[in-house]
């Protein structure tokens, strides 16, 4: 059983940067592979990024690459998105989810977080 806790959500404006952070308890966090998803009213959840158990493999949605970095510390047992370049279609309920690979599939993950609310005003 793996627990997942989200932080760092919050209000901000277009264009600016938020760091969203996973923590992890419960069994090994290295031995999961970690995803971020989001969900608005208008949409089911969306695939965001993911990175392997290693770190050595990341994979992002169109919709976000080059504005959004995933990074994890497995001495924290936390995974991180960090996210530029804000746009108000970012707005979402983000959440973490641990499965055994890096994939973009949120039916591949086994552990999911409770979330946390971004909001990006225009």
């Known amino acids: 059983q793996v627990h997942l806790v989200e932080s760092g959500g919050g209000l901000v404006q277009a264009g600016g940067s938020l760091r969203l952070s996973c923590a992890a308890s419960g069994r090994a966090f290295s031995d999961y592979a970690m995803g971020w998803f989001r969900q608005n009213p208008a949409k089911d959840h969306e695939f965001v990024a993911t990175i392997s158990w290693s770190g050595g493999s990341r994979y992002y949605a169109d919709s976000v690459k080059g504005r959004f970095t995933i990074s994890r510390d497995n001495a924290k047992n936390t995974v991180y998105l960090e996210m530029n370049s804000l746009k108000p279609e970012d707005t979402a309920v983000y959440y973490c989810?641990?499965?055994?690979?890096?994939?973009?599939?949120?039916?591949?993950?086994?552990?999911w977080g409770q979330g946390t609310q971004v909001t990006v005003s225009s």
């Open positions: 989810a641990a499965g055994p690979w890096a994939l973009t599939s949120r039916e591949r993950y086994d552990y």
